[in-house]
C-alpha cells in the first residue's frame, strides 16, 4: 500500500505506578482529545497501564487481544475513527511481557509486539519477545518496537523494520533519569536521536517515541522520575518535536507524518545504492 501523510497525536502522558484502572480512564480520556484535534494516529507511551517494571505488572497483567485493558482500547479506537498505538503490560499463560499493540480506527488489532531488548533490571518482570512484527494500516507499513529495542547492538531491530518493509516506526517508551538529574547541565535526549536519526536516514523511515511522565514509585527504578521528552524524526533523519521536560510535563504533542514511497519489501537497498551512485 503506498503510504500517505497522516496527523499523529503523541500522547506524552502520565502513569502512576500499578493504578490500573486511573491509567487506563486517563489514557481514553486523552484518546478522545487526540480525535476531537483531528489525529488519524495516536502513540501512547510503554505500559500505560501499570508504568515500566512494576511489581503489579506479576498480578494485574491482562491478557492482548481479550484482556479488559486492551478491549477498552480497541472500543476507544473504533468510537473515535483513530489508530492506536499503545504499551500495555501482557499475561501470556504463566508469562508476563512487556508489549505494545497497534489497532486501527475500526477496533481491529493489527499486531503486537513484545519487547525484545529489555534491560536487565527488568529481567524479572517480563519474559523476552522473539519476534518482530509490521501491519498494513491506510497510511502505510507501520512497524512497532519499545523503547530500549531502539539501541540494541548496531541499531538492529530497528533496522530489520526497516528491511521487512515499515514505512513508519512507532515506539512506545518510558524515559526515566534520577531524581537529581540537572536537564540544564545535561540535555535529555541524544542517546534516542543517537538511535533514531541514523536508521531513519539509512531507511527513510520516520520514527517517533512516545514517553511518559510521572515519578516512579516501585520497581527497580523506585525513586527515579519519567519525564516525557518523546521524540519524532523524519523520513530524512532530521527532528520534528521533542516534548517538553519534567515529571509533570504531561501534554499531547501533534504533528504530522510524510512516510515517503520506498523500495517493494526483499528490494535489496545496496542495488539500489549503486543504481543512485
Not at 506479576?58 to 479506537?77: D, F, K, R, Y
Not at 541524544?190 to 512516545?210: C, H, M, N, T
Not at 520534528?240 to 528490494?267: K, S
Request: net charge negative.
Amino acid at each position: 500500500m503506498k503510504p500517505k501523510p497522516f496527523k499523529l497525536a503523541l500522547i506524552q502522558m502520565l502513569v502512576r505506578g500499578g493504578e490500573q484502572s486511573l491509567n487506563v480512564s486517563h489514557a481514553l480520556e486523552l484518546i478522545a482529545a487526540a480525535s476531537s484535534h483531528g489525529a488519524d494516529v495516536a502513540l501512547l507511551p510503554e505500559c500505560l497501564d501499570l508504568g515500566w517494571a512494576h511489581p503489579a505488572s506479576q498480578t494485574m497483567a491482562g491478557e492482548i487481544p481479550s484482556g479488559t485493558v486492551c478491549q477498552a482500547l480497541m472500543n476507544s479506537a473504533a468510537r473515535h475513527d483513530i489508530h492506536l498505538c499503545a504499551g500495555l503490560t501482557e499475561k501470556y499463560g504463566h508469562q508476563v511481557f512487556n508489549a505494545a499493540v497497534l489497532i486501527d480506527n475500526h477496533g481491529k488489532l493489527l499486531c503486537q509486539h513484545r519487547k525484545i531488548h529489555e534491560l536487565e533490571i527488568a529481567h524479572p518482570y517480563y519474559a523476552q519477545g522473539d519476534r518482530l512484527n509490521i501491519a498494513e494500516t491506510h497510511f502505510g507499513t507501520f512497524g512497532l518496537m519499545i523503547c530500549a529495542d531502539a539501541f540494541a547492538q548496531d541499531r538492529v531491530l530497528t533496522r530489520s523494520l526497516g528491511y521487512l518493509g515499515a514505512d513508519v516506526i512507532l515506539s512506545p517508551c518510558a524515559w526515566a533519569v534520577p531524581a537529581d538529574h540537572d536537564q540544564n547541565h545535561q540535555p535529555y535526549g541524544q542517546l534516542w536521536r543517537d538511535s533514531y536519526i541514523p536508521v531513519a536516514k539509512e531507511f527513510s523511515i520516520p520514527i517517533v517515541g512516545v514517553s511518559n511522565v510521572g515519578k516512579i514509585t516501585s520497581g527497580p527504578w523506585q525513586g527515579r522520575n519519567c519525564i516525557g521528552c518523546s521524540l519524532a524524526i523524519d523520513a530524512q533523519g532530521n527532528e520534528l518535536v521533542q516534548g517538553p521536560y519534567g515529571v509533570d510535563q504531561e501534554c499531547i504533542l501533534y504533528i504530522d507524518i510524510n512516510p515517503v514511497a520506498r523500495p517493494a519489501r526483499g528490494t535489496a537497498w545496496t542495488d539500489i545504492w549503486k543504481a543512485d551512485a
